[in-house]
């Protein structure tokens, strides 16, 4: 695909510096060409800490999260807790105290549940907590259907009404367990969402309940790893059978540090590499990272693992960078959120790439706007054919997406000239301050008003 003269039109830069406002339209600026260089501190895991807060609103007893990231993710699901009574107390900026003892309704229905996905986890907890949930669908989708079928179906296999797609009145599920008990659940596609929201309603079940062909995502671990440290008995977490014991009563009165996030971990390794930097970054799970460290010293980049470290570098600058094919699948395999920002690193290599999209449906709506960066980049059906660039050119781009937007930004750090990227909201709902953090490498990057507009909408 390429760029037609007319999609580079120039954008009104309104606020910059002190007087930048959060509030209305902006973008990133960014002057790319500095190659990054340094240490970086990796942050908690978005997807985990979505579970995990979903998860403390069905414990029993006040909980303490530690190494939470400041994403705008977090303050949404946050918002939706306190919408339901629970009492929490930020101590520091990574540290929240949890009450959810004084949770009053089971509903959330409000226009906050449709802007984060993992609202929907709250069906499996408040399910467990009150005996009901009452939960308005999460709207708009990304990149393909989204379904819940998987994790309604689980629920019904536990015995709560209104779990048949056709109970759903006018976008709300509306759940009653009566009584939940335990069940054996299969599921024919393997579901991140599905897989913890069963798990989550399994906890307080009558009896034993067998989740086969789950989902085996280190946040999967993490929400398991938070339950039982709040007193509920999951065993296989992490493997493709997970057996839970119900308990009645999960205690709580435990503090818990969020695991280092995967995909954020990811996105700085392939920021350092396309700018043929030589950063190491910290605070993070290298065997989380293999599928990309592989692909990554397939491709002639040298990935150098430390105990909770990995330093990405080229060993010279003449280093040939060779082309590869990658897939993207469930855990262990290669995570589908980190294809938009491997396809600019397959951008960077010399000859043809393929990159193969198995988990969703249509999430290559960003090529064309990495096309107007000069990508060569041709889409059929679920693959795109990636051929290798000598460099990337500036333009003003929108962020389709979270991980898009996060691939335009490794894109712009290559790029020669001042990129802008709209819709820039979207990144930070996923990055724990981006521009501060790439700053320290080196980047030259800001938030810039913009006379513009951004529609809301649901992001994974
Ligand atoms: C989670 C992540 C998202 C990531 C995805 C796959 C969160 C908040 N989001 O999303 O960033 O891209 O895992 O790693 O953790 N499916 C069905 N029926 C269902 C549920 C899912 O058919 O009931 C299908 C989906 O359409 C998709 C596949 O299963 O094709 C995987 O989706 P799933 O793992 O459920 O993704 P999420 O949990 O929504």
Redesign the pocket.
């Known amino acids: 695909m390429t760029a037609s003269p007319s999609d580079r039109s120039d954008i009104k830069v309104t606020e910059t510096g002190n007087s930048f406002d959060y509030s209305k339209p902006y973008a990133y600026e960014i002057k790319g060409g500095n190659r990054l260089e340094g240490d970086i501190e990796i942050s908690g895991s978005?997807?985990a800490v979505?579970?995990v807060i979903a998860a403390s609103m069905m414990v029993d007893g006040p909980c303490t999260l530690e190494n939470v990231p400041d994403i705008s993710d977090v303050h949404v699901m946050f918002e939706l807790c306190r919408s339901l009574g629970a009492n929490i107390e930020q101590v520091d900026q990574h540290t929240f105290k949890i009450d959810p003892t004084t949770i009053n309704t089971y509903k959330a229905s409000g226009q906050l549940v449709s802007k984060?996905?993992?609202s929907?986890y709250l069906m499996g907890a408040l399910l467990a907590r009150c005996g009901k949930a009452s939960i308005r669908l999460p709207g708009g989708c990304n990149?393909?259907?989204?379904?819940?079928?998987?994790?309604?179906?689980a629920f019904q296999l536990m015995g709560a009404k209104g779990a048949r797609p056709s109970d759903i009145d006018s976008g709300i599920v509306n759940l009653t367990a009566d009584p939940l008990h335990g069940a054996k659940i299969f599921f024919d596609?393997?579901?991140?969402?599905?897989?913890?929201n069963a798990m989550l309603a399994a906890c307080k079940a009558q009896g034993k309940t067998e989740i086969i062909n789950a989902?085996k995502?280190p946040?999967i671990v993490d929400v398991a790893n938070f339950l039982n440290a709040m007193g509920a008995r999951i065993k296989g977490a992490g493997t493709d059978v997970i057996k839970i014991t119900g308990v009645p009563v999960l205690p709580g009165n435990f503090t818990y540090s969020i695991i280092p996030d995967q995909?954020e971990a990811g996105t700085y390794m392939i920021a350092a590499a396309v700018t043929g930097g030589d950063v190491t970054i910290h605070n993070l799970i290298p065997t989380h990272m293999e599928p990309l460290s592989a692909k990554m010293r397939e491709m002639g980049y040298q990935i150098e693992e430390g105990d909770e470290s990995i330093r990405v570098y080229k060993s010279s600058p003449d280093d040939e960078i060779y082309p590869t094919s990658v897939k993207t699948a469930?855990?262990p395999g290669f995570?589908?959120?980190l294809q938009p920002q491997t396809v600019v690193l397959l951008c960077s290599a010399r000859g043809q790439s393929r990159m193969h999209e198995n988990?969703?449906?249509n999430r290559f709506q960003y090529v064309p706007e990495l096309a107007k960066m000069g990508a060569n980049i041709n889409v059929y059906e679920r693959i795109a054919w990636v051929d290798g660039i000598d460099s990337f050119r500036a333009a003003r781009v929108e962020a389709t997406d979270?991980?898009a937007g996060a691939a335009l930004v490794c894109a712009a750090l290559a790029a020669k000239g001042t990129t802008y990227i709209t819709e820039a909201k979207r990144i930070d709902r996923g990055y724990e301050h981006i521009v501060k953090k790439l700053s320290s490498l080196g980047a030259d990057i800001r938030r810039v008003n913009i006379e513009d507009s951004y529609s809301e909408d649901t992001?994974?």
């Open positions: 978005k997807n979505l579970g984060i996905r993992a929907y990149f393909g259907q989204r379904p819940i079928d998987l994790h309604l179906k596609i393997v579901s991140v969402g599905a897989t913890i989902a995502e946040h995909i469930p855990y995570p589908t959120d988990v969703w449906q979270l991980r992001e994974a």
